[in-house]
């Protein structure tokens, strides 16, 4: 469903990506760790579209050229990125806003849209299956919530949304052992022969929750090694250091 | 103009039936009009919006009487399925009351205009109002009367009208103990005039007025709003702004908290436009200790549009234990906007509390990527952080009937 090829990208004249290949199949989990400034969020920030990146190369998702697709597009057609930093969003409602993008996405499908008694009962059944309390989608979106909090919004969000790809950058990073457990059962409750996840960390402590197919090393723009779950291990006990 | 003026001036004490005390009265204020002119922004508190400019840029030649018939009012301007009291101008001349929700005996009204009262210099425009007001009218709640139902006060103009100055007056007195919820809705169909509209508010001791001002009708005249708001003790006056529709607005509130324990809260959405201008200029004067004021105004402004907010604190030497507090934020969605922030403490007492505070920015560019990363489209995105950026402002309408209309008008959703 996804493949990239040769993907370079540059910020204010500084090459961060320079050449990376990746391919994702329907179904499978892919990580990728690397040090800090690999380039890591700059590639969870290509994919799902934000701007300020001079890019070259291919992505090119379900047969169509991602990189030509609006931001907005991209979600519709099933990309999700879990955003390390959840933006606050003040006077926005978390139930109108998880509502709208929802019926967003579906309109754009040609679905039928969700009306507010169909919506509250699938965001209280997904809510209840990520331990989450519902109180909270009451709230602002994302504002005064504790970084766990947070973390489990981004989570519940992909839930709702059912995307096919999900990117994952950073979630586990600011979470705690009981949050981590939380956040990865709900990721093994989406996975299907039909979504695929894209996991990004530090540390291979997630992966010991979400078993990923695919470990990949990125270092300095480029991913250098490859390997199955075991890769993780490695590291985790020897270091980005023997990779560079 | 001041030919014209006087013509005018003549014509209109001509039709009116007025003591000679009044008559008086009403040509000190037209030489004081005369003397000044309209305000420009050589005056102080005048500089960010010179109405000079503005009235000669866009009216040729301005009538101070209009000649137009009496209009019947346009009914389908009423708000629907919400109950309510109505009184009714049309081009500036009372159309229709309705106070059938209320016991007649305990709403007082009396179109009387002769004032009786002396001369007292406020500004040029409080003067041209006193000199040419031909309709006036007065409410007095009496003590410890709530009315059952808001007050909606319709301004309405026709699109005959043109290049016409209208001058209102209108005196809200609330007897002690006594609550009144009052709407100023305007809808316009005209262009090119001045509309100038003196507005007195007594409130007596215990007294609770909620004030709601909305201009979102889209139209292109001038507009200059005087409040005059008294406060005796343990009164509260919340105020809250709406000002969107004209092509210029300048809202004054001048607020009085006479006596301990009174306050006054002032909230407002500035949401313009095009070329359009609005402006909110405020004086609140601590006279007495433990009073209390709130004021809190959000600006959206896009294309060229100009906003301004002068918010002044000043507390008497007297004012002990004042708590007075002001707050401005204003989005400039585009490089053409302006937003003007003034504001001002002046305190005599040392005991208070007082803070101000003024930001003015775009929308964040990493909240709208959030957004659409999750299917909304540039536009949506930017009409929801645009509304909830001025949610804060519309959640201080302490009434929920009236703040759920105010939301609709808005499209707020929920």
């Known amino acids: 469903m996804l493949e990239v090829k040769n993907l370079k990208a540059q910020i204010n004249n500084k090459e961060i990506l320079k050449g990376l290949n990746l391919a994702i199949k329907p179904g499978e989990v892919h990580a990728i760790m690397g040090p800090n400034g690999s380039g890591k969020s700059t590639l969870s920030n290509i994919l799902s579209g934000k701007k300020g990146y001079t890019v070259s190369g291919e992505v090119k998702y379900f047969n169509e050229n991602l990189l030509d697709l609006k931001i907005e597009e991209r979600a519709h057609k099933g990309l999700f990125l879990a955003f390390q930093y959840p933006l606050e969003i003040p006077g926005v409602n978390t139930n109108i806003f998880l509502k709208t993008s929802l019926n967003a996405i579906k309109k754009a499908k040609g679905k039928k849209e969700l009306d507010a008694i169909e919506f509250l009962k699938l965001v209280k059944q997904k809510a209840a299956e990520l331990k989450f309390d519902e109180k909270i989608l009451s709230r602002q979106l994302n504002v005064g919530f504790s970084g766990g909090e947070k973390k489990k919004n981004e989570i519940l969000q992909m839930s709702i949304l059912n995307p096919k790809l999900s990117i994952l950058d950073e979630t586990d990073s600011g979470l705690d052992i009981d949050a981590i457990k939380i956040v990865s059962e709900g990721v093994n409750a989406l996975r299907s022969k039909e979504s695929s996840f894209l996991i990004i960390t530090h540390y291979q402590r997630l992966l010991n929750y979400i078993k990923p197919d695919f470990v990949h090393v990125l270092i300095n723009g480029k991913i250098v090694k490859s390997g199955g779950a075991e890769l993780a291990l490695e590291l985790e006990s020897k270091g980005y250091e023997s990779l560079s | ?414």
């Open chain 2, 1 to 414: 103009m001041i030919e014209k003026l006087k013509i005018d001036f003549d014509k209109i004490i001509g039709s009116l039936k007025l003591s000679n005390k009044d008559i008086e009265s009403r040509k000190k204020n037209l030489y004081q009009f005369v003397e000044n002119g309209f305000p420009n922004k050589r005056i102080e508190d005048w500089k960010f919006s010179d109405l000079n400019q503005i009235i000669s840029s866009s009216i040729d030649s301005l009538r101070f009487h209009s000649d137009l018939t009496p209009s019947e009012t346009d009914k389908t301007i009423f708000i629907d399925k919400f109950e309510h009291n109505k009184i009714i101008f049309t081009n500036g001349v009372i159309s229709d009351i309705d106070f059938s929700h209320e016991d007649e005996a305990k709403v007082l009204l009396t179109k009387d205009l002769d004032q009786n009262e002396d001369f007292k210099e406020v500004n040029s425009l409080v003067s041209l109002n006193n000199a040419f007001v031909s309709n006036y009218i007065r409410v007095t709640v009496k003590e410890n009367y709530s009315l059952n139902k808001p007050l909606i006060v319709y301004n309405v103009t026709t699109k005959d009208l043109k290049f016409t100055a209208i001058n209102l007056k209108m005196d809200i007195i609330l007897e002690k103990n006594s609550c009144l919820k009052l709407i100023s809705l305007f809808d316009d169909s005209s262009e090119n005039n001045f509309i100038n509209i003196v507005q007195n508010y007594d409130l007596g001791q215990d007294a609770i007025l909620k004030n709601y001002k909305i201009d979102n009708k889209e139209n292109f005249n001038i507009k200059y709003f005087y409040n005059n708001i008294n406060l005796e003790k343990n009164s509260i006056s919340e105020n809250f702004i709406y000002s969107t529709g004209s092509k210029f607005i300048k809202n004054e509130i001048n607020c009085n908290l006479n006596d301990q324990y009174s306050s006054a809260f002032i909230n407002g959405i500035i949401n313009l436009k095009n070329s359009q201008h609005h402006e909110i200029k405020t004086n609140i004067n601590h006279l007495a200790e433990n009073t209390k004021s709130y004021q809190l105004i959000k600006s959206v402004l896009s294309d060229k549009a100009k906003g301004i907010y002068q918010g002044k604190i000043y507390v008497d030497a007297k004012a002990q234990k004042t708590n007075g507090y002001q707050l401005s934020k204003a989005l400039l969605l585009n490089e053409n906007t302006e937003f003007n922030g003034k504001p001002e403490l002046e305190i005599y007492a040392d005991d208070v509390k007082c803070s101000h505070g003024s930001t003015s920015g775009n929308l964040d560019e990493d909240s709208i990527f959030y957004l659409m990363s999750r299917g909304l489209s540039n536009k949506e995105s930017k009409e929801l952080l645009i509304n909830g950026f001025l949610l804060d402002a519309v959640e201080k309408i302490t009434d929920l009937e009236i703040k759920n209309l105010i939301k609709n008008m808005i499209g707020i959703k929920e």
